[in-house]
């Protein structure tokens, strides 16, 4: 069965790095996702992906946040300068049709010290 | 605001012994209803899309249903493999890619 998949499974950086979170989403999917996941808290939208653009971000996303789909199959999310607030699960998803349902992968667990 | 409740926050029961799930949505209209289930430390996994009120959806020992303000996960004599975290989800009409997610419930299934 296709399904979505993370890299790396965690990661440990130190405030004001850079980091990148990369996905590969179901092959035949054309719309990608990412939302995060704060210990203990809903599972919030961050962007989503359609046509090497951006379709939609929420408040969240602002200018330390960038995404990028580099070649046919990987799907990234770039953190520019990481703070200690963007310690969370990150997870991508994809889906066939922007109405169809989203298949999530495993997530990344992103710890910022 | 679009908004999503569910309720109870942790619902503890005996194996065999079923119950049901809530969830209450306030949107401006409802693209879709989705329900997720969430082990520890993983990522959600799919368990039913519902577009319209009235619809029914079953896999295994769950039975999803949906009204125009609400859904219920029904869990029908659940096992100990049933226990994790439930989420419920709504797109709605004005986003075509936003899901906006509850707090989940977390169901224990105890032998």
């Known amino acids: 069965e296709p399904e979505v998949t993370q890299t790396p499974s965690h990661q440990v950086t130190q405030m004001g790095q850079e980091v990148i979170l990369r996905c590969v989403p179901i092959?035949?999917?054309?719309?990608f996702y990412w939302y995060r996941q704060i210990l203990g808290q809903k599972v919030e939208f961050l962007v989503s992906?359609?046509?090497?653009?951006?379709?939609?971000k929420s408040e969240i996303f602002d200018d330390q946040f960038s995404v990028e789909r580099p070649d046919g199959s990987n799907f990234t999310l770039k953190i520019r300068s990481t703070k200690l607030e963007d310690s969370a699960m990150y997870f991508c998803?994809?889906?066939?049709?922007?109405?169809?349902?989203?298949?999530f992968g495993p997530g990344t667990r992103l710890l910022v010290l | 605001e679009d908004q999503v409740t569910q309720s109870p926050e942790a619902l503890r029961l005996q194996e065999g012994e079923s119950s049901s799930l809530n969830c209450s949505y306030t949107?401006?209209?409802?693209?879709?209803l989705f329900w997720y289930r969430q082990d520890p430390g993983k990522g959600p996994e799919f368990l039913f899309t519902?577009?319209?009120a009235g619809e029914e959806k079953e896999k295994e020992r769950l039975k999803a249903t949906l009204t125009k303000k609400e859904s219920f996960l029904h869990i029908t004599a659940p096992k100990p493999e049933d226990s994790a975290t439930y989420l419920c989800?709504?797109?709605?009409?004005?986003?075509?890619?936003?899901?906006?997610f509850g707090p989940g419930t977390s169901l224990s299934v105890i032998p």
């Open positions: 992906f359609y046509n090497n653009e951006i379709s939609e």
């Open positions: 949107v401006s209209g409802l693209r879709g």
């Open positions: 519902l577009y319209s």
């Open positions: 998803a994809s889906s066939g049709t922007e109405q169809e349902t989203q298949y």
């Open positions: 092959s035949n999917h054309l719309y």
């Open positions: 989800a709504v797109q709605p009409k004005t986003s075509y890619d936003k899901v906006i």
